[in-house]
T-cell receptor, first 115, second 114 residues
Framework: NAGVTQTPKFQVLKTGQSMTLQCAQDMNHEYMSWYRQDPGMGLRLIHY???????DQGEVPNGYNVSRSTTEDFPLRLLSAAPSQTSVYFC??????????????FGEGSRLTVL | SQQGEEDPQALSIQEGENATMNCSYK?????LQWYRQNSGRGLVHLILIRSNEREKHSGRLRVTLDTSKKSSSLLITASRAADTASYFCATADISNFGNEKLTFGTGTRLTIIP
């Protein structure tokens, strides 16, 4: 099993450009989530999904869109990138979610720079 | 806003010594988890403790939870160079029941000196 796979690993964008960060898991997990990690601020939840067709907002959802058309994939879209979105983005999944199963499995991260 | 706050922010100890990190949080929780992050890598789950548990062990790890003080501690015994990493606590809040959110703290940077 590959676990949680994120692509790309590195990306540089110009302000106003759009892009999609891809996340795929092969563990048949129902729960998937996106976090961003900034120095001194830990990880902050952007969006999450408890199953195909269901998404919800986290702590910092503005400027990001998500969809969950399949169990395996949970892409994160930046519609119009801003320098404030420069960060390291992590996708994580778990079998049923933090309240029940608990443990999250993380990808290796996608490092995004917006100029 | 951050739920968990780790203390200290950074810790350096000699190899073989024990390392203790603390986490404080603000709301009622369903469970509290600890994760490790090596530099430039994703987070790895270490241990989960539920709100009705007070102590849990896993190998060289010992976690305690005091819900009355809204605090937890992670003890790593007999530290090794490979334990050098950042450690994060994360809470699943009862107040968000039905909203499956795991909220992370800001982390403790642990350095083991060989």
């Amino acid at each position: 099993n590959a676990g949680v796979t994120q692509t790309p690993k590195f990306q540089v964008l110009k302000t106003g450009q759009s892009m999609t960060l891809q996340c795929a898991q092969d563990m048949n997990h129902e729960y998937m989530s996106w976090y961003r990690q900034d120095p001194g601020m830990g990880l902050r939840l952007i969006h999450y999904s408890v199953g195909a067709g269901i998404t919800d907002q986290g702590e910092v959802p503005n400027g990001y869109n998500v969809s969950r058309s399949t169990t395996e994939d949970f892409p994160l879209r930046l519609l119009s990138a801003a320098p404030s979105q420069t960060s390291v983005y992590f996708c994580a999944s778990s079998h049923n979610g933090p309240l029940s199963t608990g443990e999250l499995f993380f990808g290796e991260g996608s490092r995004l720079t917006v100029l | 806003s951050q739920q968990g706050e780790e203390d200290p922010q950074a810790l350096s100890i000699q190899e073989g010594e024990n390392a203790t990190m603390n986490c404080s949080y603000k709301t009622s929780i369903n469970n509290l988890q600890w994760y490790r992050q090596n530099s430039g890598r994703g987070l790895v789950h270490l241990i989960l403790i539920r709100s009705n548990e007070r102590e849990k062990h896993s190998g060289r790890l010992r976690v305690t939870l005091d819900t009355s003080k809204k605090s937890s501690s992670l003890l790593i015994t007999a530290s090794r160079a490979a334990d050098t990493a950042s450690y994060f606590c994360a809470t699943a809040d009862i107040s968000n029941f039905g909203n499956e959110k795991l909220t992370f703290g800001t982390g403790t940077r642990l350095t083991i000196i060989p």
